[in-house]
């Protein structure tokens, strides 16, 4: 609920301005204009110049002191300004000012109407003014006291005895806790940095427990884990490089376990897949070369060995022109170099009859059917090879009895 400054309990002031000096303002204001409108009318007399000059100044005296009074009356209510009584002072001075300024103007009327140069509506207007100005300054007077005083409200006795003691004793109350606050603060920091030092500690016995747990995960790690299964990669790459019998370590965890016996079983696998396949080659009544892009010879069977005369460690890694006549090694390299151009083979997947070379320099004829494959990225080619001389001797003696 907002406070009403024109409350007449509350602010004993208002009253005389609002039942006393508004009206007479109020009148003596309309007195002027009469007085001026007169003399305005009769601006062609001289005299009367004189007249209606005064009465307008009396008149904009009059507005600039109820101006004054209307900030003084503001001022008193601190609207304007936060030191009300400095700026009273100032506006009781400007107030004064103006009021002698109407005083003058009123006196000088007052003896051009002893002359008999006012016109009657200007004397009637005159002598009302002159009453209203001293009843409002009578009244302006009785304002000014109470504003400055104590009594310009009826509530300061009270605020000044009970209200103000009592907001003193709140204060005083006030600063007792906080003084009261800032020494449980300390205590509470002091205690709050002993848990800290307490947590601190504790968190670096839980940060020296996980570095000994990780410690003991690694040992675990690599005594179960790491190990073995390097154990079974060194023992893998020996066997890749052609060491037999390598065993593999069936130790460290359940699963690592598992993985020796799954690579055991697959070397296992391989082994046995290796040996039926030189089985094969070993017992295989056709000769079976294999060479590489280049013509190079990788494997060369016993079967091989038998018809060309050579070992398998004389022809791997020799050229496959080892086994043919010169005309013969032109040809084959002439197919190769096609297929690789052209990716169109002459000669792949067909049995055709060649002449062959044997290690002690005779030539003689074959069967010769080649097959390709890729292992591992490489271009191979399989060779499988028989001896038709028997076959060609035949032909030969029935052509010559046919003939």
Not at 165 to 180: K, Y
Not at 218 to 234: G, Q, Y
Not at 326 to 333: I, K, L, Y
Not at 349 to 361: I, L, M, P, S
């Amino acid at each position: 609920m907002g406070l009403r400054v024109d409350n007449p309990r509350l602010f004993p002031a208002i009253p005389v301005i609002i039942g006393q000096m508004q009206p007479r303002n109020s009148e003596f204001v309309s007195l002027a204009n009469l007085a001026v409108d007169e003399a305005d009318s009769r601006l062609g007399q001289p005299v009367q110049r004189d007249v209606y000059r005064l009465f307008v100044d009396t008149r904009y005296a009059w507005v600039r002191m109820i101006d004054v009074f209307h900030l003084y009356v503001s001022s008193r209510f601190g609207i304007f300004d936060h030191s009300p009584e400095a700026a009273m002072q100032t506006q009781a001075r400007n107030l004064e000012g103006f009021a002698e300024r109407v005083d003058r103007n009123l006196a000088a009327l007052a003896e051009m109407e002893k002359a008999g140069k006012l016109e009657f509506q200007q004397s009637e207007s005159l002598g009302k003014m002159r009453v209203l100005n001293r009843e409002w300054r009578r009244y302006w007077q009785q304002v000014h006291a109470i504003y400055g005083s104590e009594r310009w409200r009826t509530d300061m006795p009270l605020l000044r005895e009970n209200i103000q003691p009592l907001f003193g004793r709140i204060w005083t109350s006030i600063r007792a806790i906080e003084s009261d606050l800032d020494a449980h603060s300390v205590d509470d920091l002091a205690r709050l940095a002993q848990v800290a030092i307490g947590f601190s500690d504790s968190l670096w016995l839980l940060v020296l427990a996980a570095l000994m747990l990780s410690a003991v995960m690694m040992l675990v790690f690599e005594a179960h884990i790491r190990r073995p299964i390097a154990r079974v990669v060194a023992a893998l790459k020996a066997e890749a490089a052609g060491k037999e019998n390598i065993a593999i370590p069936v130790t460290g965890l359940v699963e690592t376990q598992d993985l020796s016996h799954a690579f055991d079983h697959m070397r296992r696998e391989v082994r046995s897949r290796q040996a039926r396949l030189k089985a094969v080659l070993d017992y295989s009544v056709e000769a079976i070369i294999t060479i590489d892009e280049r013509g190079l010879i990788e494997s060369f069977n016993p079967a091989a060995e038998k018809l060309f005369g050579y070992t398998a460690g004389e022809a791997i890694g020799r050229n496959v022109s080892l086994l043919m006549p010169e005309q013969a090694a032109r040809q084959h390299d002439s197919h190769i170099r096609h297929y690789r151009r052209t990716g169109v083979p002459r000669v792949l997947g067909r049995e055709r009859e060649e002449t062959a070379r044997h290690k002690a320099g005779h030539d003689f004829p074959i069967a010769l059917k080649i097959s390709e494959m890729w292992v591992e990225g490489r271009q191979l080619f399989t060779g499988m090879i028989s001896d038709i001389s028997e076959r060609a001797a035949m032909l030969e003696q029935l052509e010559r009895t046919l003939e």
